[in-house]
């Protein structure tokens, strides 16, 4: 499956268009440690390609916030990249907050989404596997992206 067209290819590079470019440049080398895994740079656009197509068929609405309460891991990372990618804006919350502060959270950012340690297996899942990104094309100087 290709990237969404919405995605552009070229200058200026966003978070999505730079890890493709990587993904041209080194599909198989580590993008993210995460507690002793490596997740490579194909593996981790695959995913983030996924959520994107995901969110948007979900019907995630431009400009809408979505709460995302998650360790650090990389799952968070592949949010980050995803969600203002297929128009969302992230809105991380610590993980020390209780129910009372991400209900206030939720209200005062307008958020609808929540989307917790818990949700990760089902989401995940729901993501249809992705082909390899194609490659956009790069600068044949590779430290001038």
């Known amino acids: 499956m290709a990237p969404p067209s919405f995605l552009p290819e070229s200058r200026p590079l966003n978070p999505v268009s730079h ?31 996924g959520l ?8 995630l609405g431009e400009g809408e916030p979505v709460a995302v309460q998650l360790p650090n891991r990389w799952e968070y990372v592949a949010l980050e990249l995803a969600i203002p990618a297929a ?12 129910e009372a502060e991400m209900g206030w959270a939720m209200e005062r950012s307008g958020a609808s989404r929540l989307l917790t340690e818990a949700d990760l297996p089902p989401l995940l899942s729901a993501v249809p596997p992705v082909g390899p990104a194609p490659a956009p094309s790069l600068p044949s100087d590779p430290d001038r992206i």
């Open 19 to 49: 890890l493709l470019a990587n993904v041209a440049r080194r599909p198989d080398a580590t993008a993210v440690f995460d507690a002793g895994r490596e997740v490579s740079f194909r593996e981790l656009s695959e995913v983030v390609l």
């Open 52 to 59: 994107v197509n995901h969110f948007r068929d979900d019907g």
């Open 87 to 98: 128009g969302g804006v992230i809105m991380p919350l610590p993980l020390t907050l209780g």
